[in-house]
């Protein structure tokens, strides 16, 4: 049966899929007319929770809407920006200007399960950082009036602590945001959060639920400050900050771990077994835990007791008993001294040890500004995260392909680290979004001429693609001469892309309350035959083409070739690295390429809805099936 939403252009309908796979699995919690009987679901669930009204959750205002928000369609879209974009042919890179809630839905059929990293850096809920609206819509013109990228760029209020929902408002911003992110992961992607002590408490349990508990990888403290903050009214100075993170899936390793130095396995003894070194023995639970550890250690060649630490052993007495008789127990000459293990290099898993939890060791935040201020020459940008920290996270879950995406992009130094991490000839991609938020008219990034902070999102990372071509031609300049030339671009570059209204006017179309369905669905079609009539002429081909191919689940680096067999009618072959169709945007379809697709059946094609008539529409649809998509 058609809907209304079936002549829109929207991105994937997230909660619509939810609700099918559940109809498919479970068709027994439906009624006859469809829908979903909640208490049935109860029943199966828990049958003791439909009379149980309480339980352990967690709870705040606003977090039923702020789900539904996360999964209702858009139907905004994203327009290429050359003018700003960087040696767009070189690499797939992307930086979006835009509100993010509303980017991340026109991603999320996309770029789903494709994104293998995510790093953000949202704002901290101090009392001073916004927080993002979710007033987003399509038929509200004060967002759109603000974003207009030729002007100011969005204003945001603080999110004051006097406001009895001031933790309410950051975990609303947070919770719709991370259930799209986390879609966006790949089975084996991870995610990481900056954050500090203000909302750390909120953002774990916030996390639990979206990820999953048992999808918990570690909460890194990183010492984020050099120098001891002494105007502190506890007497405490803060000193470090946290970088939470989660798998998507618990069922492979999250990190890579750091590389063991090999140069510390010898073998002094010339034992066949080759190199070895030395391993801790002593156990990690006190006696009453674990029992069975606790015992005293006795070398049964010089009757040398040792004792048991306070702690004991790490090993029970046959387990141990069994390396003293395989002569791998390193035994002290005096009584004080600690047995040990011998450790043999071939006997190891793999060549990394555990990634440890403390990060960023002698990077601060200092460091990132500094960072900034030489790229600018001037003060651009408070308190930037430093790239060499985002290098050091992302390079433990990614390999030289893998897509990293940034959603909170700032001044874009997740951008600058994957350029970093790239120079050993890698090719890892990014995609940065970043609101265009208004900076201070005081500052001197305003004043050099950056309105917004994708502004200056854009232009850092413009300035660290021509640093790293600088070095490149100084460091080795016989590498690029001759026919190699062009080789110092590779990958460095990135499209600019900016969230604007659906170029389709029916998305303003209001269904006449005083109407059923069908009616209401013959009323849209008079609708778009009336205001699309002119479409292709009166707005940007390009911007159209990329609308209905992101609305079509196409990534953003797409390419189109122009097939020359069709005679009649202009039509492209639109193919990203997973699927293909062609695509006709003329206002209308001639018989010979309806003539066509009844014998060549095999690809899909997509078309202008306004550009057929019954006849055309129901020919394609009968040969093509599925395949056949009017817009």
């Not at 829109?8 to 469809?34: A, C, H, V, Y």
């Not at 791998?328 to 060549?351: A, H, M």
């Not at 430093?386 to 130094?413: A, H, K, M």
Request: glycine share 4%.
């Amino acid at each position: 049966m058609e809907t209304i939403n079936d002549y829109m252009p929207l991105s994937t309908d997230w909660n619509n899929e939810r609700l099918q796979i559940l109809k498919q699995q479970f068709p027994d919690w439906f009624t006859s007319e469809g829908s979903l009987n909640i208490e049935e679901v109860k029943k199966a669930v828990n049958p003791d929770s439909v009379s149980e009204t309480e339980r352990y959750e967690f709870r705040w205002f606003g977090k039923s809407q702020a789900k539904r928000n996360a999964f209702t369609a858009s139907n905004a879209t994203l327009v290429y920006d050359e003018h700003r974009s960087v040696n767009p042919t070189e690499s797939e890179n992307i930086i979006i200007e835009g509100e993010n809630l509303e980017v991340l839905k026109l991603l999320s059929g996309s770029y789903r399960e494709k994104i293998k990293c995510i790093y953000i850096d949202p704002p901290y809920n101090t009392g001073k950082d916004f927080v993002y609206s979710d007033n987003f819509t399509q038929d509200k013109k004060a967002y759109w009036q603000d974003a207009e990228v030729l002007e100011n760029g969005v204003k945001i209020d603080t999110n004051a602590e006097t406001d009895g929902r001031y933790h309410s408002n950051w975990l609303n911003m947070m919770y719709s945001r991370l259930l799209i992110a986390r879609q966006l992961l790949k089975e084996d992607g991870v995610i990481f959060i900056s954050i500090d002590d203000n909302e750390v408490h909120h953002l774990r349990k916030l996390c639990d639920e979206v990820f999953g508990e048992e999808n918990f990888v570690a909460n890194f403290i990183w010492k984020s400050r050099q120098n001891k903050d002494n105007r502190t009214i506890t007497g405490a100075s803060i000193d470090h900050e946290y970088i939470i993170c989660y798998s998507r899936n618990n069922e492979s390793k999250a990190l890579k771990g750091s590389e063991r130095k090999v140069e510390q396995y010898t073998n002094p003894d010339l034992d066949p077994r080759g190199d070895w070194a030395s391993g801790n023995m002593v156990g990690i639970l006190p006696e009453n835990l674990r029992p069975n550890c606790h015992y005293d250690l006795t070398n049964p060649n010089t009757g040398i007791n040792y004792g048991k630490p306070k702690m004991g052993w790490r090993y029970d007495m046959k387990t141990m008993s069994r390396l003293i008789e395989e002569d791998r127990i390193l035994w002290p000459n005096s009584i004080e001294g600690r047995p040990r293990r011998k450790v043999f290099l071939d006997e190891l898993s793999d060549s990394f040890t555990g990634f440890s939890s403390i990060i960023g060791k002698n990077i601060f935040t200092r460091d990132g500004t500094k960072e900034v201020d030489d790229l600018f020459n001037y003060k651009a940008f408070d308190f930037p995260k430093p790239p060499s920290l985002i290098e050091e996270l992302i390079s433990q879950v990614t390999e030289e392909d893998d897509v990293v995406l940034d959603f909170f992009g700032g001044s874009g130094s997740t951008g600058q680290a994957v350029f970093e991490l790239n120079k050993d000839n890698d090719n890892r991609k990014f995609i940065l979004i970043q609101i265009p938020e208004v900076i201070d008219s005081k500052s001197e990034a305003y004043k050099a001429g950056y309105k917004k902070i994708s502004d200056i999102t854009i232009e850092r990372n413009k300035r660290v693609i021509a640093k790293i071509i600088t070095e490149k031609e100084s460091q080795q300049p016989d590498l690029f001469a001759g026919d190699k030339k062009e080789d110092k671009l590779k990958g460095l570059g990135f499209k600019v892309f900016k969230l604007q209204k659906s170029n389709f006017p029916r998305v303003d179309f209001a269904p006449n309350p005083e109407f059923n369905e069908t009616e209401n669905i013959e009323l849209l079609k008079k609708y778009i035959a009336e205001k699309e009539s002119q479409l292709v002429n009166a707005f940007n081909k390009e911007e159209l083409l990329t609308e209905i191919l992101l609305k079509n689940n196409f990534t953003l680096n797409y390419t189109v070739t122009a097939q020359e067999q069709f005679k009649k009618n202009e039509i492209l072959l639109a193919t990203d690295d997973n699927k293909e169709t062609l695509i006709c945007l003329d206002v209308s379809i001639e018989p010979e390429t309806v003539d066509y697709f009844k014998v060549n059946t095999g690809q899909k094609f997509i078309c202008l809805e306004r550009a057929l008539d019954t006849t055309k529409k129901y020919n394609l649809k009968h040969y093509l099936g599925d395949k056949f998509n009017a817009f």
